[in-house]
């Protein structure tokens, strides 16, 4: 008889840590989820777990026919839309097709389900059709998203979802860690933390231009700003030179878009511009703003 359905640790210790056993025991799972931080694989392989909990009658026996047809990953209502492999990219065609089927009434089970992984592959318009149908999604329908990076998704979409992130910061206590020094930032900047480093992350993938980045932050209190960015820059110099493996804050996608060189050269354009406000010289600061952002491409 085959084994029950389990987990690697790892795994396993997510369903207690986002109380998946709510789910589980309610047999249901939110309309939409967006799973954030977890490879393809394994985001799959938890999508499985819950799901064949869900379908199961003995909460994942591993041996009756939906824990069968799901690990065999024929289930009918279990719906994978993944890349193309030559494509790389999950185009709208495919969203189409998977539209016209989850309307339609599930053929085993209560419910179905569509995993779709990596969520961020979808082109922008196959994540505008799939957008419509998230809207108003079919009852008897769950969508499980899954992405690597949650920024990589359109903030339309993730809107939508209920979001899941394993690797996330807590980033209530960030701004206290990276900065040892208490540097006085006030309590509204440190709050839009997250935002500030999506950006960051954003510009250095070109996904948005220096002077959107700067438009957005150039109304905050540009030495706040600035001891924002060094701290910021200090951080990513010290990964990037010793502590590259063990440090739980660190920012990889960000932190390895500069060399170290780069990063100095950053810290050094902050100083200025931070002794040029010390000594009331006037300043454009947006446009100083975006000098130093275009250090980051
Ligand atoms: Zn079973």
Known sequence: MPPPINLPPELSALVSRFNFEHYIARKQLPSAMLLVGLSSSQAIQLAKFLIGNIFCEANGCGSCAHCHLLFEDIHPDV???????????????????????????????????????????????????????????????????????????????????????????????YWQWLSMSQEIVSPELIVELPLLVEDLCLLVKKGKSPCKVAAR?????????????????????????????????????????????????????????????????????????????????
């Open 79 to 173: 719906k994978l839309l993944t890349p193309v492999k030559a494509e790389k990219v999950i185009k709208i065609d495919a969203v189409r097709d998977l539209i016209q089927t989850i309307y339609q009434t599930p053929k085993k089970a209560k419910q179905q389900f569509v995993l779709i992984s990596p969520a961020n592959k979808m082109n922008t318009a196959a994540a505008n059709a799939l957008l419509k149908v998230l809207e108003e999604p079919p009852i008897h329908t769950s969508f499980i998203l899954m992405a690597e990076q949650e920024y990589t998704l359109p903030i339309t979409i993730r809107s939508r979802c209920q979001r899941f992130l394993v690797n996330a910061i807590a980033w209530e206590n």
């Open 217 to 297: 932050w150039g109304d905050y209190n540009p030495q706040e700003i600035l001891t924002v960015f060094y701290t910021l820059c200090a951080q990513a110099l010290r990964w990037r030179l010793c502590e590259r493996q063990s440090d739980a804050y660190a920012i990889p996608e960000l932190f390895n878009a500069l060399s170290p060189l780069q990063w100095f050269n950053q810290l050094d354009r902050i100083k200025e511009l931070t002794k040029k406000i010390h000594h009331n010289i006037q300043i454009n600061f947006i446009l100083s703003f975006e000098t130093l952002l275009l250090g980051f491409l």
